[in-house]
Structure formats: structure tokens, C-alpha cells
């Protein structure tokens, strides 16, 4: 009897282990990294604090010509970008963003939320505190992260060789030193200057038009024959007319 009520004791206890270990299992699983964690399968319809992220990280994906909202509301267009997301990287393109779809976001970010192969110090080499443009450094620095996301979907489409970013962020002291116009979208944090490497410059202004900027300057205008320049302006302005744009 003694035997028989310490084996049923022992299976007790081992059964009890193993769900106690499947359960840190799956709470290690759920949680990706130091950055942001989804707890629920998002879709047409959702709304809400997780879709503003999701769409930060979707946003290079608009189609051409087309800038996706950053508005928390899960539409039409959101799930457009959703799909181009999941057929660039090999997923099941249906638009619903689920666990896979957020363990390919998982993998293409740092703990700071920055995509892989961007961070924050290639798109601010003024000053370490993102102050002094034209908004403040907290907006300057969301700006910045946004085009971060463009980018890395830009350098995937590209093949996944490097981006060479030569100018982000700058404050009003930086942005008149290196004589920027006064009114440049540095000063917002969300601009971007390219230098040539493994693609030309005409190459990376012209598949920028895929990836939600709606400044895209290069080649043939003026003042833009060493970098191509792309940014988040209210409308629309692509001029880099020795690229055909």
C-alpha cells in the first residue's frame, strides 16, 4: 500500500513538473524579446496599441507609391501591407497576422525595436539626445524608427545587401552646419540619406517608390548627385531625374 501510494505520489509530482515546465516553455515562446510581444492574432477589424506597432514594422510594404497610416485601426490597406509582409518573407499571405507572421517580426528586430540591420546611431550621428530639430527628440526618434522599418523592407526587396545611411537626424545647429535648407525633414528625424554601395543611387531611388516615402530626391536634382535622399513629407515629391523619376 505504502508503495503503491509513493509511486502515485511520484507520478503526481512529475506530472505536475512537466506542466509546470511546458508552461516556461510557452511563456518563453510568447515572449519574444526586450522589444514588444503580441498577445493576440490581429486582422481586418482590430484596433488598437498592438496594431500601431505591427503597422511601424509593416509600413515599407504600401505598394507602389503608397504610404500606410500609422492610426491603430487594422483596414483595408493595413492588410494589403500585411500580405506583401508574409509573401516577402515566404508566409502563408492572407493578410491576418498571427504567429508567424509575428515570429518573422520577432527575428528582424533588436531589443530596442530597431529593425536588425539599422539602429538608432546610423540615423543620428548629430547628438545623442535627438533634440534641437524641429520637434521633439521623443517624436524625432519615432520618426527615425519608422524609416528604420522602410528600410529594411527596401533592403530585402533589394537582395539583403547593405544600405549605407549617410545622414539622419539633425538638429538645427547640425542641419546649418552641413548647410541643409531650413526647412529640411532631418530637422523631423524622419529622413534618410543613401550612399551608393552594392546598389546605385538611381537603384535605390527607384525602389524606394515601393516602401512609403514620400520624399524620394536623387540624382538629377539639384544638390543630390552623391546620396539619395527619402523621407516621411506630407505629399508626395520624387524628383532624381538622371533615374528617370
Known sequence: MFRRTARLLLSLVMVM??????????????????????SRTLSQGASGADVTQLQIRVAGYPGYGGVLAIDGDYGPATTAAVKRFQSAYGLGA?????????SKLYALQDDDCTPVHFTYAELNDCNSTWAGGAVSAATAKS?????????????HALGDQPITVTSGFRSHACNDAVGGAAGSRHLYGDAADLGAGPHSLCKLAQQ???????????PGYPGHSDHTHVDHRASRFWSASSCGI
Open 208 to 218: 524606394a517608390r515601393n516602401h512609403g516615402f514620400n520624399g524620394i530626391l536623387g
Open 17 to 38: 513538473a512537466a506542466a509546470l515546465a511546458g508552461v516556461v516553455a510557452t511563456a518563453g515562446t510568447a515572449q519574444a524579446d526586450g522589444c514588444y510581444t503580441w
Open 94 to 102: 492572407d493578410g491576418v497576422a498571427g504567429s508567424a507572421t509575428f
Open 143 to 155: 520618426n527615425a524608427l519608422r524609416t528604420m522599418w522602410k528600410l529594411e523592407a527596401m533592403r
